[in-house]
T-cell receptor, first 111, second 113 residues
Framework: GENVEQHPSTLSVQEGDSAVIKCTYS??????FPWYKQELGKRPQLIID?????GEKKDQRIAVTLNKTAKHFSLHITETQPEDSAVYFC??????????FGPGTRLSVLP | SQTIHQWPATLVQPVGSPLSLECTVE??????LYWYRQAAGRGLQLLFY??????ISSEVPQNLSASRPQDRQFILSSKKLLLSDSGFYLC????????????FGPGTRLTVT
């Protein structure tokens, strides 16, 4: 079955700097890759996603890139702000049915 | 617009007691439905998913079970809780066709004592 790895497990950046989180997946049939942000004690919130027919997607300060050949995808956050501090999860899915999540990255943005 | 509800929000249960968590979705038809468990400080573990009434797929062996008695209702149950069942239980839904976004409910925080 699908296996998703995520690195780093923790990340600290200075406010205004960029943050990059990387995920790898094992099943080449996966075709949908969402990213979620989870604040303490709350539900995960979808922040951006990418489908296998696209190489890059951007939404304001957040971007995601996908390399299907290498089976990895990355989340890029630019001009980080303290409210970006949270745990971020990547996931991979085949046809939107069985979602496999990475173990999460705890991002701390230091003022 | 679509809304997903879960209850109860918090629950404290003794070891060996039964469990029933309920999830309902409004504003959509024939959604895919999912149950996840999140242990403290950990990632999301998919427990069950359903593509239709009465259709349940289990991802991990455990003492939990799931049922989907109605199109937009998903229930997580246990006959006898274990200490290891403690965690944050999240229900989620997605549109049934294709690779579509998955949205989470507010969750139930379960503590087994």
């Amino acid at each position: 079955g699908e296996n998703v790895e995520q690195h780093p497990s923790t990340l600290s950046v200075q406010e205004g700097d960029s943050a990059v989180i990387k995920c790898t997946y094992s099943d080449s049939a996966s075709n949908y890759f969402p990213w979620y942000k989870q604040e303490l004690g709350k539900r995960p919130q979808l922040i951006i996603d990418i489908r296998s027919n696209v190489g890059e997607k951007k939404d304001q300060r957040i971007a995601v890139t996908l390399n299907k050949t290498a089976k990895h995808f990355s989340l890029h956050i630019t001009e980080t702000q303290p409210e970006d501090s949270a745990v971020y999860f990547c996931a991979a899915s085949i046809g939107g049915q069985n979602f496999v999540f990475g173990p999460g990255t705890r991002l701390s943005v230091l003022p | 617009s679509q809304t997903i509800h879960q209850w109860p929000a918090t629950l404290v249960q003794p070891v060996g007691s039964p469990l029933s968590l309920e999830c309902t979705v409004e504003g959509t038809s024939n959604p895919n439905l999912y149950w996840y468990r999140q242990a403290a400080g950990r990632g999301l573990q998919l427990l069950f998913y359903s593509v239709g009434i009465g259709q349940i797929s289990s991802e991990v062996p455990q003492n939990l079970s799931a049922s989907r008695p109605q199109d937009r209702q998903f229930i997580l149950s246990s006959k006898k809780l274990l200490l290891s069942d403690s965690g944050f239980y999240l229900c989620a839904w997605s549109v049934s066709q294709g690779a579509n976004e998955q949205y989470f409910g507010p969750g139930t925080r379960l503590t087994v004592t």
